[in-house]
């Protein structure tokens, strides 16, 4: 006989309008199964609530083909999830059953009724539509299984948003990432560092009170975007990283009271902050200096703080000793001239912009060089070598040939024994002056002409004169010479003989082995270096100079005011000691000691800007020749 197809079962289990319902057959009730020397209650058969039973070996057999064209391995698949799944059932859960498992267990149920005598054939279906029921059962628990919550640390008590600990030796890790509400009270750590707080993202309250806790770091809140009432009261802090609360973009309540805050520097950008936050801050005291103790922080003036500084730091080290140091620019490109006598040569260093460094660029021989004077004229570059022995000469810089020939010699008569070179414009022309520190030489003055320099005029004879300094103020060109021997004279230049004319002496100085200048504000003043006695500041009155200061300089050759971003500063040398530098009080009018230099027995210094970096040259006669970059500091920060 036919066995009938699916829509026929489908057509009999459902009735058609107009047609009576067929009874089904009556269906032959299942075997009892066996029974076992162990509990009932251990067997999954023996569990009330089980709609279906694994039928005994014996019906499996007598199913006749319907089970045997699965064969021993799906049979056995079959029996275990099956027991699974009456498992499952027998536990007491309610789990929601899939609707096309219900399908296909209803459906088999039909083919069973209709089946007649060959539905015991069909029972490995049944089997079968079971199985999948329970692989479905087990399937919905696992997906409705919630996710394992971490661990609380174990010196926390935690909730499913709320965190409190105790006593942590550190700032406890592995939280729950859903708390929101953190309270770390009297614990035993005294700092936090960066990223403190990884994985808080929904972090909301965040309290940190009634501990020991003196420093933080500047990205200790990075990542907690959602914070907004955070408490750091009745802790050991004196300071706070700049910016420390930048993170918390949507922070509404700060409480900073009971710290011992020191209000320095350190907390100048604190007060900038609270005048411009939109965070509501409880009021907070300071602690330190004496100045500001019980002064609320908010109240505190921006003016009180003075929190710019600056520092001279070695920059670049030349490894040979000069005694001058003259740069210059020369087709926009910026140059160093160092006179080297211990390798006979005046060396002509060159800027390297990329590098930010000095590098070697050309030689000039001179084997017993003091002073390598570089002028520009007329877009012509020339070099004045100033030698102890052998003469002295004018080199100049040959662009086609890339190197310095010789133009001229300085009349070794005139000039014996030169210590200093002066450059200089008067009128638009250019000149240059020699110190002549012997007894037989003269201190000279030389004038370009067209094609060269020459001979204009013979200045202080006999002297042993050791510094010169051109002073250009008032309309009134002048030149002071010091020398080693008397008192420094001032020569004032005379339009209509087109030459210096002797003005005076600096009679408040004896002898003086270098002079310079410098102005502040209206007033002009000399610095006088000696080597045996203090070294001198004076200022003009109109008609003499008077003495503003002294400074302890004993073996002091060389001394040197600059001015760098609108600090002024004194370089004072000794052969006996280190160099000191010096910062001009603005308030007291005179110098006050701001550093120390460990350059050994100088012979000059020499300021030199570089694009952004300014340096100071300190050219050694006995050691290396040092590089320092002056350096602008905000201890604020």
Known sequence: MRRPGPQALLSVATPRPGLPLRPARPRRPPPPPPQSTSSPAGQPWARPGLRASLPASGSQERAGEGTAAQGPRSLSRLRAAGALAAAAAAGGREVPVPARAVAQSRWLELTGSMAGPRARRGSGLGLLALSTLGLCLMLQVGAKRPPKTPPCPPSCSCTRDTAFC???????????????????????????????FTGLSHLQYLFIENNDIWALSKFTFRGLK????????????QTLPRDIFRPLDILSDLDLRGNSL???CKVKWLVEWLAHTNTTVAPIYCASPPRFQEHKVQDLPLREFDCITTDFVLYQTLSFPAVSAEPFLYSSDLYLALAQPGASACTILKWDYVERQLRDYDRIPAPSAVHCKPMVVDSQLYVVVAQLFGGSYIYHWDPNTTRFTKLQDIDPQRVRKPNDLEAFRIDGDWYFAVADSSKAGATSLYRWHQNGFYSHQALHAWHRDTDLEF????GKPRLIVSSSSQAPVIYQWSRTQKQFVAQGEVTQVPD??????????RDSYLCLSRYIGDSKILRWEGTRFSEVQALPSRGSLALQPFLVGGRRYL??????????IYQWDEGRQKFVRFQELAVQAPRAFCYMPAGDAQLLLAPSFKGQTLVYRHVVVDLSA
């Open 226 to 237: 959602s914070l907004t009432h955070l408490s750091l009261a009745n802790n050991n802090l």
């Open 262 to 264: 020191n209000c320095d």
């Open 512 to 521: 003086a082995q270098a002079v310079k200048h410098f102005r502040a504000g």
């Open 471 to 474: 002073v250009d103020g008032e």
């Open 571 to 580: 370089a004072l040398g000794s052969d006996f000691s280190f160099t000191q």
């Open 166 to 196: 105790v006593d942590s030796k550190a700032v406890p890790r592995n939280l729950p990432s859903e708390v929101i509400s953190l309270l770390l009270n009297s614990n035993k750590f005294t700092l936090i560092g960066d990223n403190a």
